[in-house]
């Protein structure tokens, strides 16, 4: 007994109380700390406390802490069961031996098996270099893991440091990465590689900082301003989520009145149809109590995702946003979009699409980069998708764009539109230009000109730019009012909790990557 309280004393104190106070220092938590912070209290079950690792090259035979590196195991969050490893920097850098990936693998078995979310904290130095190609295969272990848990557990990777190298392609496997602002960096190859390759000089945190993930590359989905917000975002996520793809999102509490209207919404929509309004105001003026979690809130935020619940159930809401670049769909909205939509099938979380988008993102950046591949991926992904999808067309919903976000034909549910919806091949001005080519080229005086466009323009949008066309189709369900718009979202959505409908019997698709 008393060894075992002593060993437990020794591997609680990781690579000691130096490096401990070294952590500290840089405005980190330890790996146990951040277990304690995550988890419920008194839930934690660790495995493989007593774990050395088995290498003696590099006098590493002299060296060994208890738990070699990485603390795992599993425990609640709000009473729900997770498993989760959480890498110690204070031993090895935090570094991953081959016992280090046994034991990470060893919990995202049990966490597949039992049907639990996994939860990886990184803050490490990448491939303990002392082990070499048994360190590799120990992350192509991890790899392996991570692509047989897709779509069964949601994986959640939080990173609180360190993560570089190939270590990155482990959280870039995961349906979500959250990092801490200023204290963590992911690169494939650090600035020290890249000075020598290319010559640019470089910063860790200008190179991968969560700045620059959260803004330019995409990578991260949330920013905590630090550890201790971060895994307040990494709860608030989980109460959204199922334990697997075989269970239904829990169903919060709510207090909100479903019946609740909001007659401001009426006016939301601005007189002009090219002045901008924020659509994140009709979001939380219909979600329950007006709470919204948003992912990836900086990037591609010409279209807004994220989790919200109404009357209490789980919901993914999919928006464009007037207010950034008019609501166009680019190639960065529609990746976004796709796997947004594409991670709420796969776990059975409904979807409401808000519809305001006049189009996809003219220009030859665009076609060059391959908007066409890039915007297939958004059908694909809605058309796909089998849970509950109810969409609303706010303003404009024009050409292709009105197909992608789940219309009628892409198997949406249930198809609202405000009376203020525009629903056309293009906007006015662009089809009068088009009609009337040859009209507009005999005119020489450019006000005459306007003056035809706009003339005709009034004649298109009562003719096309609204819902009644769409509606007479039953392309639309029916026409609704703003005001009550978040009562007849739950209405569906509680119609359509019995929803069944399944795709043919495949592999897999071939989805456009
Ligand atoms: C073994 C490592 C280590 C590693 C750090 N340490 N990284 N030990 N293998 N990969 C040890 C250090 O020796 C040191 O030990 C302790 O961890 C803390 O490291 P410091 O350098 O003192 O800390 P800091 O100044 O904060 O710098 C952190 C760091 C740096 C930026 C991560 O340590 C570093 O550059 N490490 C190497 C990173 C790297 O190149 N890794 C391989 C990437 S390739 P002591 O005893 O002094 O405490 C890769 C391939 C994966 O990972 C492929 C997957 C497919």
């Known amino acids: 007994m008393k060894r075992l309280i002593a060993e437990r004393e020794k591997a ?16 980190k938590f330890t ?17 493989d406390m007593f774990v050395t690792h088995r290498t003696t090259d590099f006098d590493l035979g002299n060296e060994h802490y208890l ?4 603390i795992t195991g599993h425990g609640t969050i709000d009473g729900r069961t997770v498993y989760l490893f959480s890498q110690d920097f204070t031993v090895f850098g935090g570094s991953l031996s081959e016992t280090n990936a046994l034991k990470i693998c060893k919990v995202m078995d049990q966490a597949l098996k039992v049907g639990a979310p996994l939860i990886g904290i990184n803050d490490s130095g990448g491939a303990r270099i002392q082990e070499g190609v048994r360190s ?3 992350y192509a272990s991890i790899f392996q893991r991570n692509i047989m848990a897709s779509g069964v557990i949601p994986q959640i990777s939080v990173i609180f440091g360190p993560c570089a190298g190939g270590a990155v392609y482990s959280p870039a496997l995961t349906d979500f990465v959250l990092m801490a602002d200023k204290t963590s960096y992911m690169f494939v190859t650090g600035p020290k590689v890249v000075k020598t390759v290319t010559g640019e000089n470089i910063t860790d945190e200008d190179l991968g900082g969560a700045s620059v993930h959260a803004t330019k590359s995409g990578v991260t989905h949330f920013v905590g301003a630090n550890e201790t917000e971060g895994i307040l975002l990494i709860k608030k996520l989980l109460s959204y989520l199922p334990q697997n793809n075989l269970e239904e999102p829990p169903l919060a509490i709510c207090d909100d009145p479903a019946d609740r209207l909001d007659d401001k919404l009426n006016t939301i929509i601005p007189e002009k149809p090219s002045t901008p309004y924020d659509v994140k105001d009709v979001i939380h003026s219909i979600a329950d109590n007006g709470e919204f979690l948003e ?16 009357n209490g159930i ?4 999919v928006a464009n946003q007037p207010n950034y670049l008019a609501g166009c769909l680019d190639i960065n909205a529609s990746r976004k979009a796709a796997r947004f939509v594409r991670f709420c099938d796969a776990f059975n979380i409904p979807i ?5 988008v006049p189009g996809f993102l003219p220009g030859s950046a665009q076609e060059f980069d391959g908007i066409i591949t890039n915007g297939a991926k958004l059908i694909f992904a809605y058309g796909e998708a089998t849970v509950p999808k109810i969409t609303i067309i706010l303003r404009k919903a024009y050409g292709g764009a009105y197909c992608v976000m789940s219309s009628k034909q892409l198997r949406g549910d249930v198809n609202y539109a405000w009376p203020t919806a525009e629903i056309a091949v293009m906007g006015p001005i662009g089809a009068i230009e088009v009609l009337y080519n040859r009209s507009l080229n005999a005119i020489e005086s450019p006000e005459e000109r306007a003056k035809f466009v706009a003339e005709n323009a009034a004649e298109y949008r009562e003719k096309f730019s609204n819902p009644y066309e769409a509606a007479k189709y039953g392309y639309i369900d029916d026409i609704i009012e703003p005001r009550n718009t978040r009562f007849r979202i739950i209405r569906a959505l509680q119609t359509l909790s019995t929803k069944k409908d399944v795709n043919p019997p495949k592999k897999h698709s071939t989805l456009p990557l």
């Open 12 to 27: 609680r104190l990781g690579g000691g109380q130096k490096r401990i106070d070294s952590q500290h220092k840089k405005g």
């Open 31 to 47: 790996a146990r700390e951040r277990v304690d912070m995550l988890l419920d209290e008194g839930s934690f079950e660790e495995f």
């Open 67 to 70: 738990s070699d590196g990485v």
């Open 136 to 138: 590799l295969s120990g």
């Open 295 to 310: 992912v990836q809130r900086q990037y591609a935020r010409n279209i807004v995702v994220g989790f919200v619940t109404f």
């Open 314 to 317: 789980s919901t993914g809401v």
């Open 352 to 356: 409401v699409t808000l519809v305001d």
